[in-house]
């Protein structure tokens, strides 16, 4: 189970409901005379549909939390979750808030590991700088890994050292 | 408690078994260097009788070697499968070389060996991979990166405990540029010439260490998704990225 995919799929399919609720909410308004000014000035939705929207498989399932609108347009509103999906960082599910048919908030829920510790759901190598780790004296270790070297040169290795100096 | 050495020559590159204490008896390092002497007897293309060379000039078919060879072509294909062909048990001129996983299955084979014996605390490293038991004097083996750019020099270091116990290196530094890599892209700009990968076990390290110097940053973030491994990368400006459990163990040491 790839995360970051199930992840992507999940908000893909949550930014087509929220594509949708907003065309929802702008069709009202040209229905009715009053403009919601809330909804007429959406923001872009910061979730960025991914190329594989299409092959996802966590449709977020409405669950909502929240009443209708007291008012009279039609538009959503609600809290909504998505179904649980299992991946090796743990269960992991989205929730999504909307508001007049604007997506407002998406909170992942269940990122904890078996132990139920809370764990990011990013395992991507960051660039570190080389003083954050240049420190490191030979002397200090056991055995040495590096990009396979030959018979020869070995003699000529920090790992040669180290066996002959018996640290 | 002291550290003990046995230092032998296999597969072209020296082995070092480094003990916590003293150095077992002789029959236990025979067992190990046996297991390196008959993978090396089997895989090796340096070697006109081996299976595989013997295979590679067509007097062998594939279906005709042993089980040990199938066993490892078998491996090596699921490898292949796993990182959608970035791995390759293949030369590009066709011959069979599964020299990509020989060695580090080697070594998976003598970590046995020792385990069996029932020894709790060593490093074995062969040519720059390693694989480790147990610790010493109640601490973790420190394991130090060589620096790309300085061979003589460490990187950084890192401890490895279980169950991470498998610290693998490929890179271009040392044989040149034996494995293939994507030629630089508009879409990657940034070609790796070092990468370590730590893993439960040698294998696995040893193979993604490959797949990721081969494929670049795009095959590090999906394979640091998909397996369940840490990795650091030095690129061909000198940069370095490392993953999150990575930057942990390293920094137990340097911080």
């Not at chain 1, 199930?6 to 009053?34: C, N, R």
């Not at chain 2, 895989?43 to 590679?56: G, K, M, P, V």
């Amino acid at each position: 189970m790839r995360a970051r995919a199930t992840i992507l799929g999940a908000l893909s399919s949550i930014a087509v409901f929220a594509v949708g609720w907003q065309l929802g909410a702008d069709g009202q308004q040209s229905e009715t005379t009053t403009s919601d000014t809330a909804a007429g000035s959406a923001p872009t939705s910061t979730v960025t549909p991914s190329a594989d929207a299409g092959s996802s498989t966590a449709t977020p399932a409405p669950t909502p939390s929240a009443s209708a609108s007291e008012t009279t347009t039609s538009a959503v509103s609600g809290t909504f979750t998505g179904t649980s999906v299992h991946t090796r960082f743990g269960d992991v599910q989205v929730q999504i808030t909307v508001q007049d048919g604007i997506l407002s908030d998406v909170t992942a829920l269940q990122l904890t590991d078996q132990d139920s510790r809370s764990v990011s759901i990013s395992n991507r190598a960051a660039p570190i700088l080389r003083q954050e780790v240049l420190s490191a004296q030979s002397a200090n270790v056991h055995s040495v890994s590096g990009a396979t070297y030959t018979s020869n040169a070995y003699l000529t290795s920090l790992q040669s050292a180290l066996d002959q100096a018996g640290l | 408690m002291t550290v003990t050495t046995h230092v032998f020559n296999t597969m072209g590159t020296t082995a070092s078994l480094r003990f916590a204490g003293p150095v077992p008896s002789d029959e236990v390092l025979l067992q190990v260097e046996d297991a390196f002497a008959e993978f090396d007897r089997r895989f090796s293309l340096y070697r006109a009788d081996s299976e595989l060379s013997r295979i590679a000039t067509g007097e062998l078919t594939l279906a005709h070697s042993s089980d040990a060879v199938r066993d490892c072509y078998r491996d090596a294909m699921m490898w292949s499968h796993r990182t959608a062909g970035v791995f390759t048990s293949h030369r590009p001129d066709g011959v069979l070389d599964l020299s990509g996983i020989v060695k580090a299955a080697a070594i998976a084979a003598a970590g046995t060996i020792l385990d069996t014996f029932g020894m709790p605390s060593w490093v074995l490293n062969v040519g720059g991979d390693i694989l480790t038991r147990g610790s010493i004097n109640g601490s973790a083996w420190r394991i130090g990166i060589t620096d790309p750019d300085a061979r003589t020099s460490l990187l950084c270091a890192l401890e490895v405990q279980n169950p991470r116990q498998a610290v693998a290196t490929s890179g271009t530094a040392e044989r040149g540029e034996h494995i293939w890599r994507a030629p630089a892209t508009s879409d990657t700009l940034v070609r790796y010439r070092q990468v370590t990968v730590v893993a439960d076990d040698i294998v696995t390290a040893d193979v993604l260490a490959t797949a990721i110097l081969a494929g670049g940053p795009q095959w590090c973030d999906d394979i640091l998704d998909r397996f369940d491994v840490d990795a650091l990368t030095v690129d061909d400006h000198g940069g370095i990225t490392a993953s999150p459990g990575l930057r942990e163990a390293a920094s137990l040491i340097l911080g």
